[in-house]
Each structure stands twice: as structure tokens, then as C-alpha cells.
């Protein structure tokens, strides 16, 4: 075998995008193969994951392949495929509407989808259009009466005169999309089956309106593959406390690197607006193995306080170079105990300064009660931080921070009812990324998607439709926010 340092990445399903440096691309078309096919095929990729030859799975649903996967023949196979890449990095990659049991097609000049009546309107005027003048071939001789044709055409817009072409394979895509339209009305259980599974799933799902996004997201995709990053999160300058969630951080690798001797990296990329730490590691995977990391952490920080003793006498037990690593705790514990003094200090600050507001407010409205409740439903009263308890902690975010709107309420109670601690702190943190007017396309249409594809998946657990829980109209929000509509 050739020896390599890029990183491999299946890619299942045809889709085109620029290919970075330090990513090998290995594709597999899938469409249209028989399920002995797929057997084979999945059973590679599965063997080429286990012995860490792979480094991530995209797959992309185009409308026809997803259609495909729902069928009997497929189901099994396809239902493996997902059970295999949840053992490495992967995502799904589907054009949204699909998720919501859409198939009709989108006409671009009118800017809506067409019911399946219309669509067949359409495709019956422009064959009569064509066949008038003698650019459709029909192969089982003509097709239309004059009669037939004059009530075809009363209204139909002309035809452009040249080129050709456009027009011709306009009608290929009518056609098409007939099909699809046709193949999920009389297989609707079984597609709404296999929406159900991928919503189940633990592969990421990322979805798209427009095609030009996909590109974004598996750019962001293979940035954290060719980075070894496992976890990103994002904070807010305006988040109170971040220049201590800061110094906690740098606590926090020390730990992992020297208690633990994990390979374990932070970096971060500044913006006016905030800061994005990527933490990167070739052992840890993901938000869960992040958050054990952190509770380790916890309880090391827990036992060297009430018992430093005990601490030291575990060290000597569990090291081989037991004075190295009890120097470094000493070194931690010295460190965090001075961030837990500054985030004291700072958090009366804080108390001192809302209790002024709170007193100027009292001397000049005498609807003091009713200000004190709209600052607290503000957030102002609450530690809006990333710190809880009597220990640092990364998750818990309060979701009434100061300066989200109403949309971005809803998105957070859908979290905090349907996710957990480790969702909430990565959709809090996707939020703020949308509103940094220094983050990249790239970054906000990755934000997006992140925040789409756990609203989606939150609809599974609900048992309700998409208009339910507005999760259309949430999903609308995020795509203004992308746009630059909404702030």
C-alpha cells in the first residue's frame, strides 16, 4: 500500500467540489446499481473504517438516490450503510424539501413548486409547442389533433427561437421530475420510512435549498477532517465571562496533556465579533467524548479539593512518572483556583452594576416590578455563562442571553426540550456564529446547517410535523441570517 499522509474520505453519491490539499477522495456511484452492488461496496468501505483507513463518510442524497434507497430491495442495505458510518465522521448531504415529503418540482422563473397537475399542463404545452413546429420526434407517429393542438396552445407562451437546446432539456428534466413525483406517491410509507431512519440516525445531516451551498459544507466538513478538530465552539464577545472561558481553556489542555498525555491541541480564530476554538485530537470524537473529557476534569479538580492528600497518593498509584504529573497539577490547581477567584470578582461586578440599574430603575418608574421582569427575561439577572455549578463547565448555556430574537428563543427552547446540555451549547454557539458579520459564508452556511439538521431531527423525537413546532419558518429564519437579511 502506498504510504500517504493525506486524509481519505468516502465520498457516496455524485457530487462534484473542490478538493483540498490533504484530502484523498475516494467516490463510490452507488444510483442505479443492483443491491448486490451496494453489498459489496458498503462492505469495503466498513473494513477500510474499522482499520482507520477512512477518515469520514459524505453522502449525497440527490432526489432520484434518495427515492432509491427507500425501495425494498435497497432498505436493508442502505439502513447498514448508516450503521457502519456511525463509527467515524460522516454526514448526510439532502435537498431539504425531500425531508418534508416534497417532490414536486421548483420553477425557478416563478419562484414556487408546481402541483402535479400543473407540471403535466406544462409538459403537455411545450410538446404541443414542439410538435407544431416540427422540433418533437414522436415515435409512435403525430400526436395531437389540430383541434387538440389550438386548445393546447391558446395561452401558452412562445417558444424562444434559438438555441434549441435549453428548451429540449428543460422537458428531460419535466419528464424527469414527473417520475419522481409519480415513484413517491405509490411508495409513500415506505419513503416516509426511510426519512424516519435518517432522522434516527447518528450521522449528521445537512441539508441544502440551493446547490451552491453544498460546497460550503463539505468545505467545513473537510477543514476539521484535515485538522483533526472533534469539537468547534464559538463565543460571543458580548457572552459574560468570555475572557475567563478563555484562561479556562488553557487550564483545560494543560490537563488533558499532561494528567491525561492526551494528544490534545485548542486553537482558536478571532473575529471583532468573537472567538471559534477548535479543539483537535486523533483519540476524541465528537461533542460526547468532549463532554466525558470535561467531567473528567471535574472530578479531578473535585478530589485534589476535598482531598489533596488522596490526590497525591492516586497520582503515585497511577503514574510511572508520578512527580512530573503531581507537579502539574499543582500547577493546574494553582491556575484554576485563580480563575474561580477573577470569575468571583468579575460576577460582582456584574451584581454591583445590575443592582445600580435595578435602584435607578426603582427612583425614576414606579412600575418597578414590572422592569425587573423584563430585565430578567432578558437575561440580566441570570449568570448567562458558559461556567455553572461550584465547577467550571462548558454546557448548560442559558438560553435568554441578551440579544436574541424571537426566533432565536424558539430554536433554544426546541434544544433545551429535545437535546441535550452538549446541543444546547453547540446551537447557542451556531447562533451567535450567524450574527458575527466577520464569519465567512462558509462558517454561516455550516452554522446553519448545523441548527437545520437538529431542528430536523428533533421532529423525529416530537412525532409532529415541520408546521408543529414551526420548524419551517425557523429553518426560513436561518436562511435569511445566511443572506445577510436579518441581524
Known amino acids: 500500500m502506498k504510504f500517504t499522509t493525506k486524509k481519505r474520505v468516502a465520498v457516496i453519491g455524485g457530487i462534484d467540489f473542490p478538493q483540498p490539499l490533504g484530502i484523498e477522495i475516494h467516490r463510490y456511484n452507488i444510483r442505479g446499481l443492483q443491491p448486490k452492488s451496494w453489498i459489496r461496496k458498503f ?13 469520514g463518510v459524505i453522502i449525497y442524497l440527490a432526489t432520484p438516490l434518495f427515492l432509491q434507497v427507500s425501495k425494498p430491495e435497497y432498505n436493508a442495505h442502505w439502513n447498514r450503510l448508516l450503521k457502519i458510518c456511525e463509527q467515524t465522521k460522516s454526514m448526510i ?9 416534497n417532490f414536486n418540482y421548483y420553477d425557478y422563473t416563478e419562484e414556487r413548486y408546481l402541483s402535479y397537475t400543473e407540471l403535466l399542463e406544462r409538459i403537455l404545452v411545450i410538446e404541443a409547442d414542439l410538435f407544431v413546429q416540427g422540433k418533437y420526434p414522436f415515435r409512435d407517429g403525430p400526436k395531437f389533433t389540430d383541434e387538440e393542438l389550438h386548445i393546447i396552445l391558446g395561452g401558452a407562451p412562445p417558444i424562444p427561437d ?3 437546446f435549453g428548451y429540449s432539456s428543460l422537458l428531460d428534466n419535466l419528464f424527469l421530475a414527473q417520475q419522481r413525483i409519480e415513484d413517491y406517491q405509490n411508495r409513500k410509507v415506505e419513503v416516509a420510512k426511510s426519512i424516519d431512519v435518517i432522522l434516527s440516525s447518528k450521522v449528521s445531516l445537512k441539508t441544502f435549498k440551493e446547490k451552491q451551498s453544498i460546497a460550503h459544507v ?3 466538513f473537510l477543514f476539521d477532517i484535515i485538522k483533526d478538530v472533534f469539537f468547534s465552539i464559538y463565543v460571543s464577545n458580548e457572552q459574560i465571562l468570555h475572557e475567563e472561558f478563555s484562561d479556562f481553556v488553557k487550564i483545560f489542555e494543560k490537563y488533558m496533556r499532561n494528567i491525561e498525555g492526551a494528544n490534545f491541541i485548542v486553537d482558536s480564530d478571532s473575529s471583532s465579533n468573537g472567538t471559534t476554538y477548535y479543539f483537535k485530537s486523533k483519540v476524541l470524537e465528537g461533542a460526547e467524548d468532549f463532554s466525558n473529557a ?3 476534569f471535574d472530578k479531578f479538580i473535585e478530589i485534589y479539593l476535598e482531598a489533596p492528600e488522596e490526590a497525591a497518593k492516586l497520582v503515585a498509584k497511577e503514574y510511572s512518572n508520578s512527580i512530573e504529573v503531581f507537579d502539574a497539577m499543582q500547577g493546574i490547581m494553582k491556575k484554576y ?10 460576577q460582582e461586578r456584574i451584581k454591583m452594576l445590575m443592582k445600580q440599574d435595578f435602584e435607578n430603575i426603582a427612583l425614576e418608574n414606579t412600575m418597578y416590578n414590572e422592569e425587573l421582569s423584563l430585565l430578567n427575561s432578558k437575561g440580566l439577572i441570570k449568570d448567562s455563562t458558559y461556567f455553572i455549578g461550584g465547577k467550571i463547565s462548558f454546557f448548560g448555556l442559558d438560553a435568554s442571553a441578551e440579544g436574541y430574537s424571537k426566533n432565536d428563543t424558539e430554536i433554544l427552547k426546541i434544544v433545551t426540550k429535545y437535546g441535550s446540555k452538549e446541543d444546547l451549547t453547540l446551537i447557542k454557539s451556531s447562533i451567535d456564529k450567524l450574527k458575527d458579520e466577520g464569519a465567512s459564508q462558509t462558517e454561516k452556511i455550516s452554522s446553519s446547517e448545523k441548527i437545520k439538521g437538529f431542528l430536523l431531527k428533533a421532529l423525529k423525537k416530537t412525532g409532529e410535523h ?7 419558518v425557523l429553518t ?3 436562511d435569511n441570517l445566511v443572506k445577510g437579511a436579518l441581524q
Open 162 to 164: 434559438e438555441p434549441r
Open 337 to 346: 483556583q485563580r480563575l474561580l477567584l477573577d470569575i468571583k470578582h468579575q
Open 294 to 296: 470535561i467531567r473528567r
Open 218 to 220: 463539505i468545505e467545513d
Open 476 to 478: 426560513t429564519y436561518l
Open 466 to 472: 415541520a408546521e408543529t413546532i414551526g420548524v419551517k
Open 43 to 55: 462492505e469495503e468501505i466498513d473494513q477500510q473504517i474499522k482499520e482507520n483507513y477512512l477518515h
Open 93 to 101: 448531504i439532502i435537498y431539504e424539501e425531500n425531508i418534508h415529503e
